[in-house]
């Protein structure tokens, strides 16, 4: 009975740490590339995005879009971006999408997954993963069970939880903590402004992704051997 009891709990704590929803989310925005300040962090904005489980993900036809402060998504085809057939992102690991047209102002980016025409503001924004494009469509209308994932930062609108989280600059972004693992649906919680740390599918996995992807499979082959 104690070791059942053990089991039981071991299975509490890996199902709570692995069952965040979405399980593919927006783990860095950086909004500030683009200018010709020296002192900016890079010359390129970036989104950065996290595969938090143990599968593959394949996000073909998935839409990243950006928003002004209280503008639309996608409210031209310079501000979205459609993932080509063929995109999947591994568990634990990383995508990097480079926006924008570098400038001479700041470090270049690492080597991005993917390449797209989104400008965004460096100081207030949203950033939505979509699994359809939902183009310039309002806060609060996208159709329904599209919106995978959003994150407003500085005064912008249409944020998760209890407010967006905190005005970026050229030498900060938006960071979600754990390494993209936090996802408690509140954007002022989930991410914090920090100095940015681009990722891409070449950077190493989350360690700590991996150890409760471990855990989670070891508990799967337990659970096996009881039936």
């Known amino acids: 009975m104690r070791i059942m009891l053990t089991v039981i709990a071991v299975?509490?704590?890996?199902?709570?740490?692995?069952?965040?929803?979405?399980n593919v989310r927006i783990s860095q925005v950086y909004g500030g590339g683009g200018s010709t300040n020296p002192d900016a962090s890079y010359n390129q904005d970036f989104v950065e995005l996290f595969n938090f489980s143990e599968d593959t993900v394949d996000i073909s036809g998935w839409a990243l879009e950006y928003g002004s402060a209280t503008g639309n998504w996608g409210s031209s085809t310079s501000n979205y971006f459609i993932f080509p057939d063929g995109t999947q992102i591994p568990p634990c690991s990383y995508l990097l999408i480079a926006c924008g047209n570098p400038s001479s102002g700041g470090a270049n980016l690492p080597p991005a997954d993917f390449a797209c025409t989104i400008n965004a503001s460096g100081?207030?924004?949203?950033?939505?993963?979509?699994?359809?494009?939902?183009?310039?469509?309002?806060c609060g209308s996208e159709t329904p069970g599209t919106l995978v994932d959003k994150v407003a930062y500085g005064t912008a609108n249409c944020w998760e939880g209890s407010g967006a989280t905190g005005v970026l600059s050229i030498t900060t972004a938006a960071v979600r903590l754990s390494g993209g693992m936090l996802d408690t649906d509140d954007n002022a919680t989930d991410f914090v402004v920090d100095t940015p740390d681009p990722r891409s599918s070449l950077s190493p996995l989350n360690e700590e992704c991996l150890a409760v992807s471990a855990e989670q499979i070891n508990w799967s082959q337990l659970k096996s051997s009881f039936r």
């Open 123 to 138: 100081t207030n924004g949203k950033v939505g993963l979509f699994n359809a494009l939902n183009a310039n469509v309002p």
């Open 11 to 22: 299975l509490a704590l890996s199902t709570a740490a692995w069952g965040s929803s979405p």
